[in-house]
């Protein structure tokens, strides 16, 4: 019998994290104090962030040790498994070899514990009793709810309105986990309540649950405020995928001719991508790189490359990267995690300068890929996770119509068993692109300052 998956000991869990800024061939441009027009310093972070997360923000180490007690919560899930998609091969009767990373047996089905459980660690031990954060979908939510319980800290999750109506049940999973939940826009914070004396019916954004997290983190003492995706530290706690599928990928006796990963902040994307390209940059490999991102959220297929704030309220820093504009606001796709108007700046700088290649699907394609995957692979993907699906096997049949054999490796950082509804809708033929117009999207990058 032919070997399907490719499976490492706990012992094969990383002991560090992997740090692709110094090995990058160009420096990468510094956040923006929005008021000045100058760099910040680390320290404009310390409201809101622990010092060892602020550290890992702007570290120069190649490689940051994985305390003891991460590695061993990591090992309730860790190592992923890593699998041969013959059956999906199959079907597309491509010459391609087809692998995928596995990150949907987490707890909370995502790689996003990769960087809840040590942001959660490291809160524990400066002294902070309690997380607040924001979530959509709720993937994100779940994590650090989940995060939050193993490491004793009391979590409060600000959930978009919209999902809070529609998910029930990553809702009531955060508070299994212990978290408490609000249904933001809330009256708890003053940015809450300027939306609702406005807007009673708000259905609520990310920008503004993000707003209503940071204000409760900064108000309490003892609280503070984390992030699941977008920032250096976060990609940096994700590099445990590609660090265990460069071993796995030793173990099946192949090495990829293409790494995928759908990028929304772009951490799972950076997670499995950044020790290929490490590979890339110090030993001679020539791996293409792909990052996939909807059409109807095409930040960095159609964004500017310049500077823009990080939440729609236009609080944060300003930080260069692809971006549509802070206020542009992305049409409602079931892919809740790929719905941000900017890019990590790291992987906006790979994509500026070459390193990495991007492409955007529609909705009901990504869709179709996913039914497909299920049908072959039994996995049912994440929506979000449809859109590097897409892409893998359209370099499948890439590879087929040019008679060559490539190995493609993606990432599949999250199964859907809390999205059957938007399945629901696309096996009823119920589903919409909802792309927006070139004019939109042109006018959107226009509006740009600077
Ligand atoms: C959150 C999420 C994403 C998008 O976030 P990235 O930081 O781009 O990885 C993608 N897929 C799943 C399953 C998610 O939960």
Redesign the pocket.
């Known amino acids: 019998m032919e070997y399907t998956k490719f499976l490492l000991e706990e012992k094969a869990i990383p002991e560090s994290w992997y740090n692709l800024v110094p090995d990058l061939p160009f420096q990468l441009e510094p956040p923006l104090n929005p008021a000045t027009m100058e760099p910040v310093g680390p320290e404009a972070f310390a409201p809101i962030f622990p010092q060892a997360v602020i550290e890992q923000e702007v570290t120069q180490d190649s490689y940051v040790p994985i305390p003891e007690e991460v590695r061993e919560i990591y090992a309730l899930w860790r190592p992923t498994p890593l699998l041969r998609a013959r059956r999906l091969e199959k079907q597309l009767d491509t010459p391609a070899h087809i692998y995928y990373k596995y990150?949907?047996v987490s707890p909370s089905?995502?790689?996003?514990p990769n960087t809840a459980v040590p942001q959660a660690y490291y809160n524990r031990e400066e002294g902070v009793r309690r997380l607040t954060t924001e979530t959509g979908?709720g993937?994100?939510g779940s994590?650090l709810a989940f995060a939050c319980g193993v490491m004793d800290l009391d979590c409060t999750v600000y959930m978009v309105r919209v999902s809070y109506d529609q998910k029930p049940y990553r809702r009531i999973m955060m508070e299994t986990y212990g978290a408490e939940v609000h249904s933001s826009p809330t009256d708890l914070t003053q940015a809450g309540r300027n939306i609702l004396e406005e807007h009673p019916d708000s259905p609520g954004s990310l920008g503004i649950a993000i707003s209503e997290a940071i204000e409760d983190a900064v108000g309490h003492e003892d609280a503070k405020y984390s992030l699941?995706?977008?920032l250096n530290h976060?990609l940096l706690h994700?590099t445990v995928i590609g660090q265990e599928a460069l071993q796995q990928m030793e173990l099946a006796g192949e090495y990829p001719d293409v790494v995928v990963?759908?990028?929304?902040?772009?951490?799972?994307?950076?997670?499995v991508a950044f020790p290929f390209i490490r590979e890339n940059l110090k030993n001679g490999k020539n791996t293409r790189i792909v990052a996939v991102e909807p059409a109807s959220c095409p930040t960095l297929t159609k964004g500017r490359y310049t500077y823009d704030f990080g939440d729609t309220a236009g609080t944060t820093p300003m930080m260069k990267m692809y971006t549509l504009g802070h206020s542009f606001v992305p049409s409602g796709i079931h892919?809740?995690?790929?719905r941000?108007h900017g890019e990590?700046p790291i992987v906006s700088a790979l994509a500026h300068e070459g390193l990495i290649e991007a492409r955007a699907y529609a909705q009901n394609p990504t869709f179709e890929a996913g039914v497909t995957f299920a049908r072959t692979e039994g996995i049912v993907p994440?929506p979000?996770?449809t859109h590097a699906i897409k892409a893998t096997i359209d370099l499948a049949l890439e590879a087929k119509e040019a008679g060559e054999q490539k190995t493609i490796l993606f990432n599949l950082?999250?199964?859907g068993h809390f999205d059957f509804s938007a399945y629901q809708q696309y096996l009823a033929g119920e589903l919409v692109n909802l792309e927006h117009s070139e004019e939109e999207i042109e006018a959107a990058v226009a509006g740009i300052p600077g």
């Open positions: 990150e949907g089905g995502s790689h996003k979908a993937q994100w994590s699941g995706s977008v976060v994700q990963g759908c990028a929304g902040g772009g951490s799972n994307f950076g997670g892919a809740g995690g790929l941000y990590s994440a979000e996770v950082c999250g199964h």
